[in-house]
């Protein structure tokens, strides 16, 4: 029987695959090299770090991540030793567009900011998953969009995407939606450093809901006390979750990087996962107890958004006690993603 050990924090998961595998359930701190070198397969979540380190001498043929990223696994070792890697691109993709603009909200409330949304201009540095969702949607709320993507624009040869160096000139609000690389020809480690800040015109929102590393936080920090930027919004960290206290203090929104935990979204995760594992080895088509929702919303006001969640109280709760962000995070509440508006 094939021998799998699942992360114990996902959801949705449980007793699904017991009757076809033997299963066990661990915390991410209790996947070690002697636990895992007689599995075949592990399902994990972006705390299990999958390296030389936990992987060599395994018999382990598949890792599948309930997540979107994967700069949790050495994906150059895994296809040395022929372990066959799978994520969930999209699943919690209408979260964090949901997280993004019921943040935009906030600020503008906090800050008592009475200019319309549809007077803003958005820059939009990624356009894949959660990006084209976060593009469709402002256009809906007749923002101007800036849209930063360098690998589509080399593909795509249309007038759709400006540069970077456009996006800081002219954008009121920054929200980046890239995955986190440090190498090739577009890096994204640090994209948001002390150069790109220097060139800022707007004194905008900086929006990091993607991976922490992608902003540089001490350039960041220090934008915010030079008022190079009004405010900045932060759901995935550098070093989580030992996290910046500054930053934390600083940021008008501070979150335990739970911008894509949506019920729904957790749903689609786990379901790619199990359908992941059971292609691989041959298992019949398993279903999970939960209907696996649709996509993003088709149509959404601002109003639907705002209504839908807001940041306030993970902020709270988090800039409460920051040792406290593995808690929070693992014991999350999922929300509910938007809703479509009917259209008359």
């Known amino acids: 029987m094939i021998k799998v050990v699942i992360e114990n924090k996902i959801p949705f998961i ?6 076809y ?22 399902i994990i979540r972006t705390r299990t770090r999958c390296n030389a380190s936990l992987l060599e001498g395994s018999r382990c043929k598949l890792i599948a991540t309930a997540t979107i990223g994967t700069d949790h696994i050495d994906l150059d070792y895994c296809s040395q030793k022929g372990i066959a890697v799978y994520n969930a691109p999209g699943c919690n993709a209408p979260a964090v567009a949901q997280y993004v603009f019921a943040s935009i909200a906030y600020w503008l409330k906090e800050k008592g900011d009475l200019r319309p949304i549809n007077t803003l ?7 894949g998953h959660v990006g084209s969702i976060v593009e469709r949607w402002a256009r809906q709320l007749g923002m101007n969009v800036l849209c930063c993507d360098p690998p589509k ?9 400006v540069s970077l160096e456009t996006i800081a000139e002219h954008a009121d609000i920054i929200t980046f939606h890239t995955p986190l690389t440090k190498s090739g020809k577009y890096p994204t480690y640090h994209m948001c450093d002390a150069t790109f800040l220097d060139k800022v015109a707007q004194c905008p929102l900086i929006i990091d809901s993607a991976r922490g590393p992608i902003v540089d ?30 930053l934390l203090k600083r940021a008008i929104v501070a979150t335990p990087h739970i911008a894509g935990y949506s019920r ?20 019949p088509d398993i279903s999970l107890s939960e209907t696996v929702p649709a996509g993003a919303a088709e149509h959404v006001s601002f109003e639907t958004i705002e209504n839908s969640y807001s940041p306030k109280e993970d902020t709270i709760a988090l800039k409460e006690d920051k040792y406290s962000f593995e808690q929070l995070r693992n014991t999350y509440n999922y929300r509910s993603e938007v809703k479509n508006i009917i259209l008359e």
Not at 121 to 127: H, L, N, P, S, Y
């Open 14 to 19: 449980r007793g699904v695959l017991d009757d």
């Open 21 to 42: 595998c033997q299963v066990s359930y661990l915390a991410p701190e209790d996947f070690t090299a002697d636990i895992v070198k007689d599995v075949d397969a592990m």
């Open 121 to 127: 201009t958005i820059g939009i540095v990624g356009v």
């Open 153 to 161: 624009a080399e593909v795509e040869n249309t007038n759709n995407f």
């Open 217 to 246: 936080t001490s350039a960041i920090i220090d934008a915010l006390d030079n008022h190079k930027i009004s405010d900045v919004v932060i759901d995935c960290w550098e070093n989580e979750p030992n996290i910046s206290n500054e």
């Open 264 to 283: 729904e979204g957790k749903i689609r995760a786990t379901a790619m996962s199990v359908k992941a594992l059971t292609k691989h080895f041959g298992l």
